[in-house]
């Protein structure tokens, strides 16, 4: 299991997604904004944003939320002009990392990712440093409480295009190339499965152990990271034992 999806476990079982709801849905509606102003309001005709309101909605974002941030990206409301723009980086221990924003103002953010970094053990790299160590994937977790038979489950979940099945503390975590991931969640949720996260993730190929100091502060890193207003997504490719995870407030 890769290091983010670890990282993940840990922040659900300590609620700290639910106490940062208002942060999450700020980047879902940057998310749908730019797939809106890219490629137009119709999720139809534009994947991106299909992708978009599918995280939207499993995040359980009200509907209302949804169309306004379309209708920015469309023109049709005011609003901010977001730009693309993934940074990679090292942190404690040689562990490689991924950092996706959207931004409206690239000198801004990359001072702040350079600060948050430089305080906490790491440093950014040059383009294609650590890129090719992460692979793009779907990645969808449905609560095994939810699930009363697990080969009935694999099995509706390989007709609609997952590549894999696992279980990870309690819940079980299913991968698919990324075309797949709005198929997948609604074939799933038409079948009875309601997702607890859905996610385009980059997973690891490779993994790098992290003890002691370096693993706290690997972590903290995650942390103030996650937290920056700058940045979407955060990836990384550490190896930390659950019980150093445990300690993180």
Request: glycine share 8%.
């Amino acid at each position: 299991m890769s290091g983010h999806s670890k990282w993940s476990t840990i922040k659900r079982k300590k609620g700290k997604e639910d106490a940062k709801r208002g942060n999450l849905f700020t980047r879902l509606i940057k998310e749908i904004t730019v797939a809106a102003r890219q490629g137009g309001g119709d999720p139809n005709s534009n994947p991106r944003l299909r992708t978009a309101m599918v995280s939207a909605r499993s995040a359980n974002m009200p509907n209302d939320n949804i169309e306004r941030a379309i209708k920015k990206g469309t023109g049709e409301l005011p609003g901010v002009s977001y730009e693309d723009v993934s940074y990679e980086g090292y942190g404690p221990g040689g562990v490689a990392i991924l950092i996706e924003c959207l931004t409206d103002n690239k000198n801004r953010t990359v001072s702040e990712l350079r600060h948050i970094l430089s305080k906490n053990g790491g440093r950014l790299a040059e383009m294609g440093s650590v890129s090719w160590v992460f692979d793009r994937k779907t990645l969808i977790g449905i609560d095994e409480k939810d699930v009363q038979d697990e080969e009935k489950l694999l099995e509706a979940a390989i007709s609609a295009g997952a590549d894999d099945m696992s279980n990870e503390d309690g819940v079980f975590e299913i991968t698919a190339a990324p075309d797949h991931f709005a198929d997948l969640v609604e074939a799933l949720t038409e079948d009875g499965y309601e997702p607890v996260s859905a996610e385009l993730t980059m997973i690891p190929r490779t993994m790098a152990k992290v003890e002691g100091k370096e693993a706290i502060q690997m972590l903290r890193l995650m942390e103030r990271l996650e937290d920056s207003d700058e940045v979407q997504k955060v990836f990384a490719n550490f190896d930390i034992d659950p019980e150093i995870m445990e300690e993180i407030d």
